[in-house]
């Protein structure tokens, strides 16, 4: 294979810094930013509670919840190249839209359920997280397209790191919402549920301002 190396001995106009603040100032990149911390505190707020809530919440012994993981783990495996499949077919947006949907029914139903039977539960885990996947593979695919060639490296390292503080942002505040009963219960769940519908809601419209700017950038 021949080396990669010539970018190494062109000229770099701007300071590292410079060229990290004119990253974050974009006015495009500042769009697809908050969409990125959107998404991804909505995930983070349920996920961190997922096992208490299923066991003292739900009525599933302990001892179910690794066939839980493993059987909504497999259906990920598959659900991925489906997504992909799919936005090729229908595009990008309009299965970002089905995702948001998928996710805003799912959330609502798993942040009420009371005891329920393990199947219903492996069902309803699985659905969830195909309305997940078809939001964050559609939506990745958009806002890899926003960035300029020359500053794709330093957005996508910017995106990368703002998904960990916003997940970490997302577990606080759930942290703070939720309180656990003497009998152990987890209260006030469901208003995460709300949280989490009100922030894709908010992403529905941040992505149709970044498939517009997309279109228009490739004179669609």
Known sequence: M????????????????????ATLLEPRHAIA???????????????????VYTVNNLGIPL???PTIYLVSGMFTIFTGPLVGRASDAFGNFRTFLFGCAVTIVMVLVYTHLGHVPLAVLIVINVALFV????????????MSAIPEVSKRGSFNAVSASLQQVSGGVASIIAGAVV????AGELERFDWLGYIV???TLLSVGLMYLIQKAVAEASGR
């Open 63 to 65: 001892t179910d919840l």
């Open 131 to 142: 309305g997940i996947f078809s939001r964050m593979i559609p939506s990745r695919t958009l």
């Open 33 to 51: 930013f908050a969409t990125t911390g959107l998404l991804v505190t909505g995930g983070y707020m349920l996920m961190p509670f997922a096992s």
């Open 197 to 199: 519908i009100a922030t």
């Open 2 to 21: 021949r080396p990669v190396t010539a970018h190494l001995a062109l000229k770099q106009h701007e300071t590292p810094w410079g060229h990290l603040t």
């Open 179 to 182: 309180a656990q009963s003497p």
